[in-house]
């Protein structure tokens, strides 16, 4: 059997248009050339307040990563936010310069590292005629794990944030956090049942400030921070597993059980013994398997202000 349809005759493109709305140009009578266009954001006078920051965010980037683990250099996703200080006497920030100072970076290949991150800042400030400038980027880091018995690899992440703010008078101040996965199996669960304990998938957040000497092309701190939740976890997780190696997994979580209070207090310590850290907050978020809740808990330490 044929099939038939009826052929419409539509209005052409701009006829469309107009019946949805759109209207012919009008007369333009303003400035087209940039140097004639007025320029409100840069007006000078007394606007009563001065701003702690103005700027831009929610800004997506390609980026280069480093790490001192396999894959060795890749590129991912930046998510951006760009700030700096108001003076009383400014209407306004340049908002296009952030991006345009961007653009230039990733011209040049954008590797993300504190050392870049300071550049940046700096001559952020100074584009922006302003005392200081703030950088943070989050992003996933990526790097590969080989399941623990057979050795199969695949690749896991852990979600990245970089602070770096510079200030014309204190100078640079950095700071960064990673946010990993792991399991934990519930000391009281093993404890008072006749066989099994139930675990859930936690997520541990460092939060972490660095000392005045760190230099990060020597030292990947995203590797540290992650070893520190990782090795004091119940189990590591794996991208893939086959039987022998779920076999090892399980068995290791039931030999180290880990409540939430638990799992803060042991990250906390290695974070402590790192010499390159000088305050850190631990906070874990755990799943539970058994209750519609989470579980949670934090600590927080600054090593130049406490006494253990």
């Given amino acids: 059997m044929t099939k038939t349809y009826s052929i419409k005759k539509l209005p052409n493109k701009s006829d469309r248009h107009k019946l949805f709305g759109s209207v012919e140009p009008t007369l333009k009578t303003k400035p087209t050339e940039k140097e004639d266009m007025a320029d409100l954001q840069n007006q000078k006078k007394d606007f009563l307040f001065a701003l702690d920051a103005v700027g831009i965010a929610n800004v997506k980037h390609p980026i280069i990563v480093e790490s001192h683990i396999k894959p060795y250099k890749q590129t991912t996703i930046g998510n951006f936010k760009f700030t700096s200080s108001l ?7 340049n908002m296009s310069r952030f991006t345009e100072q961007l653009n230039t970076y990733y011209q040049e290949g954008f590797v993300v590292n504190f050392e870049s991150l300071k550049k940046f ?14 950088i943070e980027v989050s992003f996933p880091w990526f790097f590969e794990r080989k399941a623990p018995q057979t050795g199969q690899s695949g690749l896991n992440h852990a ?39 139930h675990n859930q998938r936690g997520t541990i957040t460092m939060e972490i400030g660095f000392t005045e000497d760190f230099n990060d092309k020597e030292t990947d701190w995203k590797l540290h921070l992650l070893e520190a939740a990782e090795s004091n976890a119940s189990s590591r997780l794996y991208p893939v597993l086959k039987r022998p190696d779920e076999k090892m997994v399980t068995e290791h979580a039931y030999e180290n059980p880990r409540f939430v209070e638990d799992m803060v207090r042991l990250v906390a310590a290695d974070l402590y013994e790192l010499d390159f850290v000088s305050k850190f907050k631990v906070t874990c978020r755990n ?14 330490f600054d090593k130049f202000t406490e006494v253990m």
Wanted: hydrophobic share 25%; charged share 25%; with cysteine.
């Fill in 87 to 93: 003076s009383q006497t400014s209407k306004g920030t």
């Fill in 121 to 134: 800042t700096k001559e952020l400030s100074e584009r922006l005629d302003q005392k200081d400038a703030t």
């Fill in 159 to 197: 979600d990245v944030s970089m602070s770096v703010t510079y200030d014309r008078e204190s100078g640079f101040h950095i700071n960064a956090s990673l946010g990993g996965k792991i399991t934990t199996l519930c000391p009281c669960s093993k404890e008072i049942s006749e066989y099994s304990a």
């Fill in 287 to 300: 799943e539970e398997s058994i209750h519609l809740h989470d579980a949670i808990a934090s600590v927080t």
